[in-house]
């Protein structure tokens, strides 16, 4: 049984986002290079702009990015672009928030389990192996197909519980 991994999706006060950004550009670039892609101007500057901070981002907030960086680009070529980017599995689409956030694993097969904070908005990916199997056998079991999909937590992080906790112990102290 594999064990589970936390992919390069999650944010901390140590990170450095601009190493971060810099590394997901550089591997997009090879692997679109590697599968005779295109990695235009227009999807390198969106996928730069998902990857700006570890939170999800929607497309319209993408769309005010680019015209704030002097790109007139309208929802239709953003919407290309990220579907470029979802095809070529850079980045992941999360349903429950309706947004976009980098993949911490581009070019390499894994199970997306996503953990959302409801607090800061913070998501995690985490690469669970035997989570995906579990799943998959008990598909199985049904008779159900299941296609290859995220799986998306919501929650608390550490961050935000505790915080709640103070509030609480401030509240009633």
């Not at 999650?10 to 450095?16: L, R, Y």
């Not at 192996?129 to 937590?153: C, D, H, N, S, W």
């Amino acid at each position: 049984m594999s064990a589970s991994r936390i992919l390069g999706t999650e944010a901390s006060t140590a990170h450095n986002h601009g190493h971060c950004v810099h590394q997901a550009l550089e591997q997009a670039e090879h692997s679109c290079r590697q599968n005779g892609l295109r990695l235009t101007p227009i999807r390198r500057q969106v996928l730069e702009l998902v990857w700006e901070g570890h939170h999800p981002v929607k497309a319209y907030d993408l769309i005010d990015a680019l015209r704030g960086r002097g790109v007139r680009a309208g929802p239709p070529t953003v919407y290309r672009a990220l579907d470029f980017l979802l095809k070529a599995g850079l980045i992941h689409r999360l349903d429950t928030v309706n947004a976009f956030i980098g993949c911490g694993a581009p070019g390499r097969p894994h199970a997306g389990l996503f953990f959302i904070c409801q607090g800061c908005g913070d998501v995690v990916e985490l690469d669970a192996p035997a989570t995906a199997r579990m799943i998959g056998a008990e598909a199985k079991g049904l008779g159900f197909q299941v296609v290859p999909q995220a799986v998306e937590i919501l929650g608390r992080c550490r961050r935000c519980g505790d915080l709640r906790q103070q509030t609480a112990l401030d509240a009633n102290g």
